[in-house]
């Protein structure tokens, strides 16, 4: 074999692995999408446990992807993606094996760090054996596509084998495509970019640190109420832990991230657009996936089906949004992607939770994939081009950083709300509730000790009011307390949609605005 074949071959087998990476990432990151409901039902999980399911994962992920990048950078990408394979398996065993959701948290966690180490060690690998402009732009809008694969068979995967009770079948074939994953990175070749690199330990310290007392307070708050010490203890940690991460990005040499490139406008708007649209769109994800499988308890299945419509744009508009961003303003491309997210969220808080017809989600949620194909590739498009070219990589990286923040975001926020409001309405209404149910003492104050404790989300799903003491039965849930708190989880989950589409509509609104008049700009004496 000559050396450019040799050559040729070593770069189609480095982007097969990194493709197939990301594709096992974004699998494994989805895959509760379609699950929340069989969840809820098995684990009898109440609505802020039910949330760190997908925060378990989410929040690693978010606050270690810039550091697996530097290491990547640093000690070569190879061996490090095989790594986050290799924690993807163990994660998913012990998904696998969860007899409690508190265990299902701890999988997902290790899990979420795996991803970590994937998303952006698989794109960095592509890049680095990339000898063109044109061959790099290729291999990203295939790695892109991969990503978007896996978001759209995931959901659909893990429904259609919870329908026959396996959703833990679904673990084992995570673990057989990160076996696949290892083995076809063995070939792959290795790269790495130490100049100038350098690991930021006390940034990524209080970076992590700061947001996770964050999104643990926003979650626990909804629950425990947002007046307790803890959660106001976690506020408050969180701001002391965010603000010294700023005062050490500015005054280290080499920053995890670097906050000066926040200086130019353009890149200022995309940043907060990001962050409130990718918000938006996983919030409005999130609540379709627990109106219908938590709350309706319907199939699996058709919430896989739904994230079919969502994800499978991303995929097949990869050369129709690549065309309107080459021929196009992207502050349009933008502003019209947000505004169709919007009209998704705005569209669903219509719906009336006693309408089991799940069909009427498919307009509502092709409307939010197509936003989001036109949304992704954007704001990575418009952030790169804001900045001199010697800043692309950390625009680049910050964005994605961005990008993921406002996704773990979605489920934890939307969830906070709507929670905390089903709570609060069932509060009101427990007292003329019991005494309608007929039920006698001293199941009266065991029904109503499960309401406050479980809240809606327990009383929603529970068939039964356990008895006090071993010599009393279990008596079925009385109707009245079951309608109390499914039509408070309606009513709270149709307010979440309506938030979500607004804040789609205001990063429409802040991009239109925003980006009208701008241009590239010199940050050579930002830095």
Same mark, same amino acid.
């Given at each position: 074999?000559?050396?450019?074949?040799?050559?040729?071959?070593?770069?189609?087998?480095?982007? #097969? *692995?990194?493709?197939? =990476? +990301?594709?096992?990432? @974004?699998? !494994?990151? /989805?895959?509760?999408? %379609?699950?929340?409901?069989? $969840?809820?039902?098995?684990?009898?999980?109440?609505?802020?446990?039910?949330?760190?399911?997908?925060?378990?994962?989410?929040?690693?992920?978010?606050?270690?992807?810039?550091?697996?990048?530097?290491?990547?950078?640093?000690?070569?990408?190879?061996?490090?993606?095989?790594?986050?394979?290799?924690?993807?398996?163990?994660?998913?065993?012990?998904?696998?094996?969860?007899?409690?959701?508190?265990?299902?948290?701890?999988?997902?966690?290790?899990?979420g760090v795996g991803a970590a180490i994937l998303y952006p060690?698989? #794109? *960095?690998?592509?890049? =680095? +054996?990339?000898?063109? @402009?044109? !061959?790099? /732009?290729?291999?990203? %809008?295939?790695?892109?596509? $991969?990503?978007?694969?896996?978001?759209?068979?995931?959901?659909?995967?893990?429904?259609?084998?919870?329908?026959?009770?396996?959703?833990?079948?679904?673990?084992?074939?995570?673990i057989a495509a990160s076996v696949v994953s290892i083995g076809?990175?063995?070939?792959?070749?290795?790269?790495?970019?130490?100049?100038?690199?350098?690991?930021?330990?006390?940034?990524?310290?209080?970076?992590?640190?700061?947001?996770?007392?964050?999104?643990?307070?926003?979650?626990?708050?909804?629950?425990?109420?947002?007046?307790?010490?803890?959660?106001?203890?976690?506020?408050?940690?969180?701001?002391?832990?965010?603000?010294?991460?700023?005062?050490?990005?500015?005054?280290?040499?080499?920053?995890?991230?670097?906050?000066?490139?926040?200086?130019?406008?353009?890149?200022?708007?995309?940043?907060?657009?990001?962050?409130?649209?990718?918000?938006?769109?996983?919030?409005?994800?999130?609540?379709?996936?627990?109106?219908?499988?938590?709350?309706?308890?319907?199939?699996?299945?058709?919430?896989?089906?739904?994230?079919?419509?969502?994800?499978?744009?991303?995929?097949?508009?990869?050369?129709?949004?690549?065309?309107?961003?080459?021929?196009?303003s992207p502050r349009w491309v933008l502003t019209g992607g947000?505004?169709?997210?919007?009209?998704?969220?705005?569209?669903?808080?219509?719906?009336?939770?006693?309408?089991?017809?799940?069909?009427?989600?498919?307009?509502?949620?092709?409307?939010?994939?197509?936003?989001?194909?036109?949304?992704?590739?954007?704001?990575?498009?418009?952030?790169?081009?804001?900045?001199?070219?010697?800043?692309?990589?950390?625009?680049?990286?910050?964005?994605?950083?961005?990008?993921?923040?406002?996704?773990?975001?979605?489920?934890?926020?939307?969830?906070?709300?709507?929670?905390?409001?089903?709570?609060?309405?069932?509060?009101?209404?427990?007292?003329?509730?019991?005494?309608?149910?007929?039920?006698?003492?001293?199941?009266?104050?065991?029904?109503?000790?499960?309401?406050?404790?479980?809240?809606?989300?327990?009383?929603?799903?529970?068939?039964?009011?356990?008895?006090?003491?071993?010599?009393?039965?279990?008596?079925?849930?009385?109707?009245?307390?079951?309608?109390?708190?499914?039509?408070?989880?309606?009513?709270?989950?149709?307010?979440?949609?309506?938030?979500?589409?607004?804040?789609?509509?205001?990063?429409?609104?802040?991009?239109?605005?925003?980006?009208?008049?701008?241009?590239?700009?010199?940050?050579?004496?930002?830095?």
């Amino acid at each position: 074999m000559t050396q450019t074949a040799a050559r040729r071959q070593g770069h189609t087998v480095t982007v #097969l *692995a990194g493709c197939f =990476a +990301v594709l096992l990432a @974004q699998v !494994a990151y /989805s895959l509760p999408g %379609a699950l929340n409901g069989t $969840f809820q039902q098995e684990f009898q999980t109440t609505g802020a446990e039910l949330t760190w399911i997908t925060a378990a994962f989410a929040i690693p992920m978010v606050v270690l992807e810039l550091t697996t990048g530097v290491i990547g950078d640093l000690f070569g990408r190879k061996r490090l993606l095989q790594a986050g394979a290799a924690l993807t398996i163990a994660g998913s065993v012990i998904c696998y094996a969860a007899g409690t959701v508190q265990v299902l948290w701890i999988g997902q966690v290790v899990a979420g760090v795996g991803a970590a180490i994937l998303y952006p060690i698989s #794109l *960095a690998m592509l890049a =680095a +054996v990339s000898t063109s @402009q044109e !061959a790099r /732009s290729r291999a990203i %809008a295939m790695w892109a596509g $991969f990503l978007s694969a896996g978001a759209a068979i995931s959901p659909l995967m893990g429904g259609w084998l919870a329908e026959d009770g396996g959703w833990r079948t679904s673990y084992l074939v995570v673990i057989a495509a990160s076996v696949v994953s290892i083995g076809i990175t063995q070939f792959a070749a290795d790269s790495a970019a130490p100049e100038g690199r350098k690991l930021d330990v006390p940034g990524q310290v209080t970076l992590a640190l700061g947001l996770i007392a964050l999104l643990f307070a926003a979650t626990q708050g909804s629950e425990a109420g947002f007046a307790r010490p803890e959660i106001i203890g976690a506020f408050a940690a969180s701001v002391v832990l965010l603000g010294a991460f700023v005062v050490i990005e500015l005054r280290t040499e080499v920053p995890l991230l670097r906050l000066t490139i926040f200086a130019n406008r353009a890149y200022a708007v995309v940043a907060v657009a990001t962050v409130i649209g990718m918000f938006a769109f996983l919030a409005t994800c999130y609540s379709m996936s627990i109106w219908l499988g938590a709350i309706q308890h319907q199939s699996a299945l058709n919430i896989g089906v739904l994230f079919l419509f969502i994800q499978g744009p991303a995929f097949l508009l990869v050369p129709v949004v690549s065309h309107l961003i080459r021929n196009f303003s992207p502050r349009w491309v933008l502003t019209g992607g947000f505004a169709l997210i919007a009209v998704s969220g705005i569209w669903c808080s219509t719906f009336d939770v006693h309408d089991l017809d799940w069909i009427r989600f498919i307009a509502p949620m092709l409307a939010l994939g197509v936003g989001f194909a036109l949304t992704v590739g954007s704001i990575t498009a418009v952030a790169i081009n804001a900045v001199p070219l010697r800043l692309a990589g950390m625009a680049s990286a910050t964005t994605n950083l961005l990008r993921d923040f406002g996704f773990a975001l979605g489920p934890v926020l939307i969830a906070a709300f709507a929670v905390s409001r089903a709570n609060g309405d069932l509060t009101q209404g427990l007292g003329p509730a019991i005494a309608a149910s007929g039920l006698k003492p001293p199941y009266t104050e065991v029904a109503g000790g499960l309401a406050q404790q479980g809240g809606a989300m327990a009383v929603n799903s529970m068939p039964v009011v356990p008895g006090a003491g071993p010599d009393l039965p279990l008596v079925p849930m009385p109707d009245s307390l079951r309608m109390l708190a499914f039509e408070s989880l309606g009513s709270a989950y149709n307010l979440a949609f309506l938030v979500a589409g607004l804040c789609a509509a205001v990063a429409a609104v802040l991009t239109l605005a925003g980006l009208f008049g701008s241009r590239p700009a010199d940050l050579a004496d930002a830095q």
